[in-house]
């Protein structure tokens, strides 16, 4: 499983899946999250809304993840994971190691060969990029192996992208991941 560090625009990724990092409620918000919506078009809300309807009436726990179709954007699915939110107490490292184990699970539920990932909880939810950038690779190292042993279930990710928005956390995620 190849992992690659970028600085760019996560909504122009062509991998088969992209992350978002939503809130709880899935029906859309600011940085990288309104970012996707606003690429994928109004059939992304729709999809959201239907899942509010539906299996997660309670909305998305932190640390957990869920598929929706990417409609207009160019990647094929959109995993939607929500972030650990620094300004509510939530600093279990965990919590956000869940986010990025729980994503890659559900991609390749989804039958993704590739994934990118933005800087989940480093904008809004205040939590530090380098702090993310390790736990982001403990998670992905760790599953690349695992991953790798559950490749009987058929749908070993070939490609991890992080894709960051600024140099300075671009550079932050170079040097945590020793590119
Ligand atoms: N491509 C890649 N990364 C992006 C993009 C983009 N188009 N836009 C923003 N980012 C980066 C931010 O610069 C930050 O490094 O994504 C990282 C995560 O920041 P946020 O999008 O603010 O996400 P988060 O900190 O997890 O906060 C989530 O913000 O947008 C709302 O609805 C969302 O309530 C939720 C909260």
Redesign the pocket.
Known sequence: MRIEIMHG???MRGVDAIVN???SSLL????????IHRAAGPELLEACRELRRTQLPDGLPVGDAVGTPGFRLPARWVVHTV?PNRHAGQTDPELLASCFRESLAVAGELGARSVAF????????GWD?REVAEVAHDAVTAFSVSGARGAANGSPLDLVEF????ED?TAVFRAVFGR
């Open positions: 625009d996560l909504t990092a939503a809130n859309g918000g600011g940085g990288v999250d309104g970012a972030g933005p800087a989940i909880s480093a904008g809004i939810y990029a894709v960051l928005f600024s956390t």
